[in-house]
């Protein structure tokens, strides 16, 4: 599947707490997803997936991309 959009960023901290750039990764994600853009977050994304070659899931979704964050 090709993507518009791919989010990246940092999801947890040195302490394993969820980062302020996965809160506003996922508000960017919610955001486009309601005005029908197509968006690859690893974390909602490869979940939804079930897939378990993650790193081919990424790959494949950075080279489709139109837009990378």
Partial sequence: MTYDVFISFKYLDENG???????????VYDFLVSKGVSVFMSTLTLETQGESDWMKAIDDALDGASVVI
């Fill in 17 to 27: 707490v969820p980062t302020r750039d996965a809160s506003v990764a996922k508000e």
